[in-house]
């Protein structure tokens, strides 16, 4: 399986540092609102790269923080009178809300920032133990120039860096670029003791001291997020851990580009968001997801309504195949497997697409190509191949997240007794008894059920929209 790694700026081999284990770490969100589509895209991409992972049969170990303590949350608790503890709280169940909707699989644990100070302000000690942090009246900050290969995750040696720096220096600090690891506290805000003063982590600390803690100073596989992370969080989440001396922070970097929405990215400061509870109220989750990851993880996808409308019908192209093809499992018993080699290749063919830096795009198009190919031949599988084709539809639909079980599919249950009449109807039709035959169609179609003779049998479709409920075969 290849990764493209942001540290190198290629495509690598993946190798897992243990056989079985996976360790991963996925930045998570500032809990001060409900969370919107474009951080949705990261997290199910997240999510989709951990289910694959376990797909291959790996035990994923996957941890996302709360960032609960930062300007935002601490301004949205004075506006509403509130400690940042209650702030917090409530935006994490509203997370959890939204996440279980979108069917993202809850992480191995999920560290909260103020939960792990103490391991923050040993990080900085050390840090300034070894000369790489300075004080300055209660703020505390991690010096750049002592660590040499700063900017390697974004690719610019400092002078570059500092040319194209839009942050303002700050008289105190010795370096524009050099980062807060310890704020001061200022008026209202809460804060924590620590050897500098009463005062809260910087941003950047706080992720680090988790994975250092969570990992026991152990190099992970694979650390995450949005692309805005690259620089400086995460070339900063690399300058603590990895100039004190430590292992490699993680083996391998993915950033997961933006969704923008008027060309530009869908970010809560531009006030051009929706929330995922406004879109779960127009589009079923599986939409959502499958949206998402219609598109490259590494290039922008722009969110419209005509998006996802398209988005809607490709998926229920696919979900109508999959009813198809389980509503004829056990009908044909043909002996010669003359579709088994094909069907197996269509299955490595969206494998290989996956393994190829999680392709998602590519695999579903795949998946396009193989329904095509069962619209053509299905009728004529045998067991087996029906089901090796259930299989792709299945590890699919597991892969990505979406959510058509055997027993999930989106299909009206039909009751026995429609089932019966449309047996009767069959049974007449054989007694060549037409007229009576006739009639049991017209009250069918009352009902709404459409009857399409096919076969040794007959295909219910649903008088709306025309899709496949169930097959009855004699
Ligand atoms: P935040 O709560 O802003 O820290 O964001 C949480 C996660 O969502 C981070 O990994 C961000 O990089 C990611 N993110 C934020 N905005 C977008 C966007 N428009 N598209 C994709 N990912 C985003
Ligand atoms: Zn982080």
Redesign the pocket.
């Known amino acids: 399986m290849k990764i493209f790694n942001t540290l190198t700026r290629s495509k690598e081999e993946f190798k897992p540092i243990n056989k079985d284990i996976i360790n991963m770490y996925?930045?998570?969100?500032?809990v001060y609102d409900l969370?919107?589509i474009?951080?949705a895209?990261?997290?199910i991409f997240f999510d989709c790269v951990r289910r694959y992972l376990e797909y291959k049969g790996y035990s994923v170990n996957f941890i996302q923080n709360f960032?609960d303590i930062d300007d935002k949350i601490i301004n949205k608790s004075l506006q509403e009178n509130k400690t940042i503890y209650e702030i917090s709280d409530k935006y994490i169940e509203e997370y959890y809300i939204d996440s279980d909707s979108l069917n993202i699989k809850r992480a191995t644990q999920n560290p909260r920032a103020t939960d792990y100070l103490n391991e923050i302000i040993e990080l900085i000690s050390e840090l300034m133990d070894n000369r790489f942090a300075y004080e300055i009246d209660g703020n505390v900050y991690f010096s750049i120039r002592e660590f040499r290969s700063y900017g390697k995750l974004f690719g610019q040696d400092l002078n570059t860096l500092k040319s194209g720096s839009r942050i303002k220096i700050n008289e105190n600090k010795k370096d524009a670029l050099d980062f807060i690891l310890w704020k001061k506290n200022k008026g209202e805000e809460p804060g924590y003791n620590s050897p500098w003063g009463v005062g809260r982590p910087g941003w950047h600390t706080e992720c680090c001291s988790m994975i250092y803690k969570y990992f026991d100073g152990n190099t992970i596989d694979i650390h995450g997020?949005?692309?805005?992370?690259i620089f400086p969080h995460h070339e900063n989440e690399i300058a603590q851990i990895e100039a004190l001396g430590n292992k490699k922070l993680a083996n391998y970097w993915m950033h997961?580009?933006?969704?923008?929405m008027n060309n530009e990215?869908?970010?809560?400061s531009l006030g051009n968001f929706l929330t995922v509870r406004e879109v779960l109220n127009v589009y079923n989750p599986n939409v959502i997801r499958f949206f998402l990851l219609s598109v490259h993880y590494r290039n922008n996808i722009s969110f419209s309504n005509l998006h996802m409308e398209s988005a809607k019908k490709s998926l229920a192209r696919i979900k109508k195949s999959y009813v198809n093809l389980i509503n004829i499992k056990s009908c044909n018993n043909a002996d010669s497997d003359n579709y088994l080699d094909e069907i197996k290749k269509y299955y490595a063919k969206f494998i290989n697409k996956m393994e190829d830096d999680f392709n998602t795009s590519d695999a579903i198009s795949v998946i396009f190509e193989f329904i095509k190919y069962i619209n053509r031949f299905a009728n004529s599988f045998n067991r087996l191949e029906v089901m090796e084709s259930i299989k792709i539809f299945k590890n699919f639909f597991d892969i990505f997240g979406l959510e058509y079980g055997d027993n999930n599919v989106d299909c009206k249950n039909l009751e026995d007794d429609i089932k019966d009449m449309v047996i009767q109807r069959l049974e007449f039709k054989q007694k060549r008894q037409f007229d009576k035959s006739d009639l049991i169609r017209s009250e069918l179609e009352k009902k709404g059920y459409i009857l399409e003779d096919i076969k040794g049998g007959t295909r219910i479709l649903d008088t709306n929209d025309n899709n496949l409920i169930y097959t009855v075969l004699l």
Do not use: A, E, I, Q
């Open positions: 996925v930045c998570g969100p500032t969370f919107h474009g951080n895209r990261t997290f960032t997020g949005g692309m805005d992370l997961c580009s933006f969704l923008n990215k869908m970010s809560k």
